[in-house]
């Protein structure tokens, strides 16, 4: 025979309602994000990765321009991008020197950062930016804004340099 000893009441063990429902909560927004992640749109992840490579790439090649003290020039087409050094004896302006005729330069390759590449982004990729065509990179210490818009398959990004020259990609 049981016996009733005199002190607290013993608690019911187990879970309450509440808190099955917040781990149901979390249960259901960790399955969301894996579904999205999962069935998200390579095209467009692609395009951004293009961006933010970009936007790295020309980070270096402001550095590049500023340490050496000679101008890139980064050009592009549907297929890729490229940059080339103009000779340091040419004297112009950012923007005549687009116009100026170029080689290549031999040195911008192989495991240089600098190196040509192809997008990433399986179709191709249409680029209209406000720096016209081609872009400079000189050895200015402030460059000016820039705005820049990727697209491919119906997929747009934008990439942007700001005021203090650091890039910034948006979707």
């Keep these: ?17 509440l808190e099955m429902m917040i781990v149901l909560l979390i249960i259901g ?5 894996v579904s999205v992640s999962v069935f998200a749109d390579n095209r467009a992840r692609a395009l951004r990765q293009d961006a933010v490579r970009l936007a790295h790439v020309f980070t270096a090649a402001q550095a590049e321009a500023w340490a ?3 101008p890139l020039v980064w050009e592009h087409d549907a297929e890729g991008y490229r940059f ?3 000779p340091r004896q040419l004297m112009l302006p950012a923007r005549r020197l687009v116009r100026a ?3 290549t330069d031999t040195a911008i390759g192989g495991d240089s950062i600098l190196r ?3 997008w990433i982004s399986s179709g191709a990729v249409a680029l209209r930016n406000s720096a016209g065509a081609a872009l ?7 460059p000016g804004p820039l705005q820049m818009v990727l697209e491919s398959e119906g997929h747009v990004v934008r990439l942007s340099r700001l005021g203090n020259g650091r890039f910034v990609v948006e979707p």
């Excluded at 025979?1 to 309602?17: A, E, H, Y």
């Excluded at 927004?29 to 994000?33: M, S």
């Design 1 to 17: 025979m049981p016996i009733l000893v005199p002190g607290p009441v013993s608690r019911q063990r187990g879970f309450t309602l």
């Design 29 to 33: 927004i960790a399955t969301t994000l």
């Design 68 to 70: 050496s003290g000679q």
């Design 84 to 86: 080339s050094r103009q």
């Design 101 to 103: 005729q170029h080689g």
């Design 116 to 118: 040509p590449r192809a």
């Design 136 to 142: 400079v990179f000189g050895a200015d210490w402030i």
